[in-house]
């Protein structure tokens, strides 16, 4: 039974992302208690500008992979790790030049992290398309690494932003190191295909701007909050947003499956189970929040962070909402259609900025906690709109569960 469950595509994409986010949260806990709110805040808001960056900087490449591989292009993995590997090159002479010239270490730092960022995000994507329950085992293998390293800065080292990045940029270069060697993966220059490379970026420029509107979606609360508030409370925020955000560990799970089995073709009925399951657990998990949120803030992360608890509160109101952008998202990236996401994110963006411009000065890091509830309810429910109507699925399909998925999903456990 055990092995069954192993093999299934979801049990261990769940199983992965527990142990990643379980080790995340081992992380966060260290990370706070070695920083505190003054820099915890300076440290998220250099790595929210990273992140970015990041997302600019990778051109659309791997949003493309899910599209192609539908094309069954003989050779399409080692086509784009020749052309990833290229742009990894060239991006990182760069960012080295681009360190020498700055003042700031900090911000050097940052500025190493971002082509290394970029590389391991790309390999991760392309690979999980491939074999998915290979690379979330090395994703588990890498984090664990990584917070052993936490341990030993937490333990030797002094405060300092710095001592983080760098263990960062160790830790997404081992993940490089990991996906390269397990899917033997091989530079060959007869595969740096230039035409593929210019229609990757034909197609993946609006995924890449749709991905970098979601984040702004997430992130760009911590960097206007900058403009009116302390590092500290930026501190809080992030601490609050982050306990929230952990709800988010089960759909990104489903999400990672269904976008491979989107890849190869349209997966209705899977999208509908999975959007029921996380509807129901994320609204029970809402419970335990409301009643010990406050105690499981200090525990995790001392009296410090007291602050993030209302910030918590109210940014869950969003996140049940979004589950369901992240859900079929998926299936419209695979199906080529681009622009989905993009009208949708791009209403949401809009209106996410221009409430943290009103509320924060007048609410502060509770205002921005609202305006990511108003940017995330309007996502999500657009969403849920055009798949609606585009698949004719009724009411409902998307919040009652049926015998046959019933059935489906109790066959997980038992193996049938």
């Known amino acids: 039974m055990i092995k069954s469950l192993i093999k299934n595509k979801y049990v261990f994409s769940l199983l992965s992302k527990f142990s990643i986010v379980g080790l995340g949260l081992l992380d966060t806990i260290l990370i706070n208690r070695y920083l505190g709110p003054q820099l915890k805040g300076e440290y998220v808001y250099v790595l929210n500008i990273a992140n970015m960056m990041s997302i600019l900087l990778n051109l659309g490449v791997y949003q493309a992979y899910p599209y192609f ?4 292009i003989t050779n399409l993995c080692d086509r ?22 700055l003042e700031n270490k900090v911000y050097s730092a940052i500025t190493i992290l971002i082509p290394i960022a970029i590389f391991a995000k790309q390999l991760s994507q392309i690979t999980m398309i491939e074999k998915i329950n290979l690379r979330n085992l090395i994703n588990m293998l890498n984090q664990s690494l990584f917070t052993l390293g936490l341990v030993l800065v937490y333990l030797i080292s002094s405060k300092s932003v710095l001592a983080i990045i760098y263990l960062s940029i160790l830790k997404e270069f081992m993940l490089i190191l990991w996906l390269i060697r397990s899917y033997k993966l091989v530079f060959k220059p007869a595969y740096l295909d230039l035409e593929l490379f210019i229609d990757s970026i034909k197609f993946g420029w609006m995924p890449l701007l ?44 489903f999400k990672d499956v269904l976008l491979s089995k989107a890849a190869r073709k349209d997966s209705i009925d899977d999208i509908l ?3 029921k399951i996380n509807l129901y657990i994320s609204l029970l ?12 803030i200090e525990l995790l992360y001392g009296s410090d962070f007291m602050d993030s608890y209302k910030v918590s509160l109210v940014i869950f109101i969003g996140i049940v909402p979004m589950l369901y952008y992240k859900l079929i998202n998926p299936l419209f990236i695979s199906r080529g259609k681009r622009d989905v996401a993009f009208r949708v994110l791009l209403i949401a963006a809009i209106t996410n900025v221009a409430l943290n411009w009103c509320l924060i000065p007048w609410l502060g890091i509770i205002g921005a906690a609202l305006a990511s509830v108003c940017s995330y309810s309007i996502c999500g429910f657009l969403y849920i709109y055009i798949f609606m109507k585009e698949f004719s699925i009724e009411v409902s399909d998307l919040f009652v569960l049926k015998k046959h998925e019933i059935d489906r999903i109790v066959g997980v456990f038992v193996n049938r």
């Open 210 to 253: 749709t991905l970098f509107l979601l984040k702004i979606n997430y992130r760009i609360d911590v960097i206007l909050l900058r403009y009116f508030v302390e590092y500290k409370e930026i501190g809080y925020y992030s601490v609050g947003a982050s306990l929230a955000g952990k709800v988010w560990i089960i759909p990104d799970a």
């Open 69 to 72: 591989k539908r094309k069954k």
């Open 285 to 296: 998990l809402f419970l335990p929040l409301y009643l010990w949120g406050e105690g499981i």
């Open 80 to 101: 784009f790790f020749s052309i990833m590997f290229v742009q990894f090159m060239v991006f990182s002479m760069s960012a080295f030049f681009v360190a020498l010239t």
């Open 273 to 275: 189970i999975s959007l």
